[in-house]
């Protein structure tokens, strides 16, 4: 099959640092992505995510750092750049012949689904299609490591869902994918591990269940719910619960200390439930 690999392939990155001229792109960035997974790279406009993906196809010249990756690396940053006077099949055909052992570009066309407008220019397509012709185009190298920079950009949602059943299969088949998108359910979909990006640097990595957690949402109820407004932190108020007690948002050590806080002040918990934030909420939470 075009997209299976010989062998899995991760990719660790350290100490990357890019600048260009006063602007500092990357300051030390640390990347770890396990073989045969999807790991989403997030971040605000300007965190340095397009850099550390160009880093990765060899298209930008690193001041310092060190990437290490197994085979072969293909893919696409921003808007994949297609020849508008060719037809999408003449335009995989280009790239194959520059290829030394080129995938098979029927296969690749109809892995995208691409097959019904594979013989009309390019010209006259969406950018959906051309994104999904980007695809097909890194697909053609037979990559261990597949760079993806917003996948889903102008697709349809029935467009879109075959793109994630199409990302789950290649991993499945053993290749490793970074995945670059501000669309959260995408990322929640298909991703396993996440890293942010803050500023050239990262704010955190980790499984899309732990990123839920980090911030935190707890509801409690106490003996005395006036006191335990009062004395919950500035940095930990958000609304009251719809249902009824206090809601506070923190880590485990936090919570912990408020509990404790409580204690001394003589106000009792008598329920404490803790709860996990939608991704969207957990990512604004730590990007604030």
Request: hydrophobic letters at 45%.
């Amino acid at each position: 099959m075009l997209a299976t690999v010989a062998a899995v392939a991760g990719v660790v990155v350290r100490g990357l640092h890019k600048g260009f001229g006063p602007i500092t792109a990357l300051a030390g960035v640390d990347l770890e992505v396990q073989p045969g997974t999807v790991h989403g790279l997030l971040g605000p406009n300007g965190a340095g995510k397009t850099t550390l993906l160009r880093a990765l196809l060899g298209l930008v010249r690193l001041d310092a750092g060190r990437i290490d990756v197994e085979g072969v690396v293909a893919g696409f940053v921003e808007v994949p750049g297609a020849y508008p006077y060719l037809t999408g099949r003449q335009n995989l055909e280009f790239l194959a012949a520059l290829d030394d052992d080129p995938g098979d570009v029927s296969e690749a066309l109809d892995l995208v689904g691409l097959m019904d407008r594979a013989d009309t220019k390019v010209s006259g397509w969406s950018l959906g299609m051309r994104q999904r012709l980007g695809i097909a185009a890194a697909l053609l190298r037979r990559p261990d490591v597949l760079v993806l920079d917003e996948p889903a950009n102008g697709l349809d949602p029935q467009a879109a869902r075959s793109l994630r059943q199409l990302i789950a299969g290649l991993t499945a088949d053993g290749l490793t994918v970074l995945l670059c998108s501000h669309d959260l359910a995408e990322v929640d979909a298909l991703c396993e591990d996440i890293t942010v990006l803050l500023a050239g640097r990262v704010a955190w990595t980790g499984t899309v269940s732990e990123l839920r957690a980090r911030p935190g949402r707890s509801v409690l109820t106490t003996s005395d719910d006036v006191l335990a407004r009062q004395l919950r932190p500035r940095a930990m108020a958000a609304t009251d619960d719809a249902d009824g007690g206090l809601v506070v948002l923190g880590d485990t050590a936090a919570v912990d200390a408020y509990v404790l806080t409580l204690a001394q002040h003589g106000v009792a918990v008598r329920s404490l439930r803790q709860e996990s934030l939608p991704l969207e909420e957990a990512f604004l939470e730590l990007t604030r």
